[in-house]
């Protein structure tokens, strides 16, 4: 059933072109460079550390791998990740 729904809101999103980190609850990162991370519609923060970020999302995590790690802002659902970063990944659970 959870298969089926999922199925349902892509093909719902793609039919009239909303933004998928809406309607599907995907996170939205957006970097500046490799010093700059913002990360949109997390979940929780799992881990936090000066080399690695780990944000729970819907489906998995997100983790972020690099040096001199500082969170500028959190806010809510909102993350601002400032340092050197060399690895995005998506972990699906």
């Known amino acids: ?21 809406v309607t599907l609850k995907l996170p939205r990162i ?3 460079g490799s010093i700059h991370a913002y990360i949109e519609n997390h ?12 944000l ?17 802002t959190m806010i809510d659902k909102d993350i601002l990740l400032e340092g050197n970063i060399k690895d995005v990944t998506f972990e699906k659970s």
């Open 1 to 21: 059933m959870k298969k089926i729904k999922e199925k349902f809101m892509t093909a719902f999103t793609r039919t009239f072109d909303l933004p998928s980190e």
């Open 43 to 54: 979940q929780g923060l799992v881990i936090f550390s000066s080399t690695e970020l780990l």
């Open 56 to 72: 729970k999302v819907h489906q998995g995590h997100v983790r972020i791998k690099g040096e001199n790690f500082v969170l500028k």
């Open 30 to 32: 957006t970097t500046i």
